[in-house]
């Protein structure tokens, strides 16, 4: 008789884990990927601060160009003493005066019988002022003139004209047509 025949295990070498070289491969890899998502990280947060100041600046230029536009309109006359410094005579007897800073415009507002009031606006980043008065015809315009650092993605700047006493956006012109 044949004794009874008990097959052979085969062993297989199977390993239960990940050789050194594989997750040195590995950890590399993630590495850079994440260095890669880190310095893109870094440019969007760039560009985020940059765009929120522009849109800051805007606003702060925004709410000075209404307060110079209306100051003009509501003026009687205007005296540019020094070259920063304009004030513009309000009925009633009160003044506003707009003086130019190295780092903003400041507009003071007297009334009589009250405390002056000061705002002040803030200049776009290395961005300069000038304030201006000239006869033009009938009337007398005011103007104000802020420019930007040039190199800036919006370098635009901005300029207000006012006539005293009354808009020049409305105003009709000789023949009758707006």
Request: net charge positive.
């Given at each position: 008789?044949?004794?009874?025949?008990?097959?052979?295990?085969?062993r297989?070498?199977?390993r239960?884990?990940?050789?050194?070289i594989?997750?040195?491969?590995?950890?590399?890899?993630g590495?850079?990927?994440?260095?890669?998502?880190?310095?893109?990280?870094?440019?969007?947060?760039?560009?985020?601060?940059?765009?929120?100041?522009?849109?800051?600046?805007?606003?702060r230029?925004?709410r000075?160009?209404r307060?110079f536009?209306?100051?003009a309109?509501?003026?009687?006359?205007?005296?540019r003493?020094?070259a920063?410094?304009?004030?513009?005579?309000?009925?009633?007897g009160?003044?506003?005066?707009y003086?130019?800073?190295?780092?903003a415009?400041?507009?003071?507002?007297k009334e009589?019988?009250?405390?002056?009031?000061?705002?002040?606006?803030?200049l776009p980043?290395?961005?300069?002022?000038?304030?201006?008065?000239?006869?033009?015809?009938?009337?007398?315009?005011?103007?104000l003139?802020v420019?930007?650092?040039?190199?800036?993605v919006a370098?635009?700047?901005?300029?207000?004209?006012?006539?005293?006493?009354?808009?020049?956006?409305?105003?009709?012109?000789?023949?009758?047509?707006?």
């Amino acid at each position: 008789m044949i004794p009874f025949a008990t097959p052979t295990r085969h062993r297989r070498s199977r390993r239960a884990g990940f050789s050194l070289i594989e997750l040195l491969v590995t950890m590399a890899t993630g590495a850079v990927l994440l260095s890669l998502a880190v310095g893109l990280l870094h440019t969007l947060l760039s560009l985020d601060r940059g765009a929120r100041a522009l849109v800051a600046d805007d606003a702060r230029l925004d709410r000075l160009a209404r307060a110079f536009r209306g100051d003009a309109r509501a003026a009687t006359a205007a005296a540019r003493e020094p070259a920063d410094r304009l004030v513009l005579t309000l009925p009633g007897g009160g003044t506003v005066e707009y003086r130019v800073g190295e780092t903003a415009v400041i507009r003071t507002r007297k009334e009589e019988g009250s405390e002056p009031l000061e705002e002040r606006f803030k200049l776009p980043t290395q961005g300069s002022a000038r304030l201006n008065v000239r006869e033009d015809g009938p009337g007398t315009v005011v103007s104000l003139t802020v420019r930007r650092k040039p190199g800036r993605v919006a370098s635009s700047g901005l300029r207000v004209e006012g006539w005293l006493g009354r808009d020049r956006r409305f105003s009709h012109s000789k023949d009758g047509a707006n």
